[in-house]
């Protein structure tokens, strides 16, 4: 059985690290100025975080892989860990030594906040650590920047000026990152059209198999699996090279191969409906005649 830390409260992550709290809810752990002792020896497999966690990760004299291919920039990578998400460790070399800095947050510090109503806007909460934000020398400065401000407010006694301010530059730290992701979108352009292929594939070889009768509708998160993406970020890629969901797309694929079948006199609507992977017959109609504009029997009428 695997031995898992909850990391519950910033100071327990701070306890681990041997470094000093300055605040109860957010903290910055510069890993230069971890002694030895707080990263080696640990006796755990993994972490499970119960707040907000964002690691910036520097290239040490190496060249790290991505999915089995060279990072575009080795200047450093930020993984974004969210409350609940649960970390494992494994391949590390005996003399590893962790280059970068960690910044941690607990949701209670957004209370109230405008960050607090937006959070979940930040998908790459959610993205699965080898889909990481690998980030140019000068988006890292601007990285660093922001790490430092926010790291000058804790070092202040705190006021009623604190919370915004630190809040403040975090936001603005999240929304740097959803402009560099963008970035790395377009830069990623090759890969991402090979992974759009694939899922364009995969799309139709499920109609044209049985699952959609044993399995029923084919779901993003089912795809995002083939592919070994997480959810969101294969949600976010056919998004940036689409224009539009991942589910959208899945129902325009579907809806193609619906009007396909509805070709053939020798079969029912409900027939298609079930083969097509619908519970319902009459959940086929309502979607074919939201995106055709006509009803499946409409629709066989005017081709004949």
């Known amino acids: 059985?695997?031995?898992?830390?909850?990391?519950?409260?910033?100071?327990?992550?701070?306890?681990?690290?041997?470094?000093?709290?300055?605040?109860?809810?957010?903290?910055?752990?510069?890993?230069?100025?971890?002694?030895?002792?707080?990263?080696?020896?640990?006796p755990y497999d993994g972490f499970h975080y119960s707040c907000y966690a964002i690691f910036l990760k520097d290239a040490v004299g190496c060249k790290l892989m991505y999915g089995g291919n060279a990072y575009d920039y080795d200047e450093g990578t930020l993984v974004f860990m969210a409350p609940n998400q649960t970390i494992e460790f494994g391949?590390?070399?005996?003399?590893?030594?962790?280059?970068g800095y960690a910044l941690l947050f607990h949701p209670d510090l957004l209370l109230g906040t405008?960050?607090?109503?937006?959070?979940?806007?930040?998908?790459?909460?959610?993205?699965?650590?080898?889909e990481a934000l690998h980030l140019s020398a000068k988006e890292r400065k601007v990285i660093l920047s922001l790490l430092e401000k926010?790291?000058?407010?804790?070092?202040?006694?705190?006021?009623k000026h604190s919370k915004k301010l630190i809040v403040t530059n975090i936001e603005?730290?999240?929304?740097?990152?959803?402009?560099?992701?963008?970035?790395?979108?377009?830069?990623?352009?090759?890969?991402?059209?090979?992974?759009?292929?694939?899922?364009?594939?995969?799309?139709?070889?499920?109609?044209?198999?049985?699952?959609?009768?044993t399995n029923g509708l084919p779901s993003v998160g089912y795809f995002a699996g083939q592919l070994h993406l997480s959810s969101n970020y294969f949600g976010d890629l056919v998004k940036k090279q689409t224009g539009i969901s991942?589910?959208?797309?899945?129902?325009?694929?579907?809806?193609?191969?619906?009007?396909?079948?509805?070709?053939d006199p020798n079969k029912s609507v409900s027939e298609i409906a079930y083969e097509l992977g619908f519970k319902?017959?009459?959940?086929?109609?309502?979607?074919?005649?939201?995106?055709?504009?006509?009803?499946?029997?409409?629709?066989?009428?005017?081709?004949?």
Request: charged share 30%; hydrophobic share 35%.
């Open 246 to 263: 991942a589910q959208e797309y899945i129902q325009i694929k579907l809806i193609d191969v619906g009007k396909e079948k509805i070709f």
């Open 91 to 99: 391949g590390f070399a005996p003399d590893y030594v962790p280059k």
């Open 150 to 159: 926010i790291q000058f407010e804790l070092e202040q006694p705190i006021d």
């Open 1 to 42: 059985m695997k031995n898992i830390l909850e990391i519950k409260t910033i100071a327990d992550y701070f306890k681990l690290r041997n470094c000093e709290v300055l605040h109860p809810l957010v903290g910055i752990v510069d890993f230069d100025n971890v002694s030895k002792s707080g990263y080696t020896n640990m």
């Open 172 to 213: 603005l730290f999240l929304d740097y990152c959803l402009r560099f992701y963008d970035r790395q979108f377009i830069t990623r352009e090759v890969v991402n059209k090979g992974a759009l292929e694939k899922f364009d594939t995969l799309l139709r070889d499920y109609f044209l198999s049985d699952k959609p009768k």
């Open 114 to 130: 405008n960050l607090a109503k937006k959070i979940q806007e930040f998908n790459f909460f959610t993205y699965s650590s080898n």
């Open 280 to 304: 319902y017959p009459q959940h086929f109609s309502r979607l074919f005649k939201q995106k055709v504009g006509h009803s499946p029997k409409e629709f066989r009428a005017s081709i004949n």
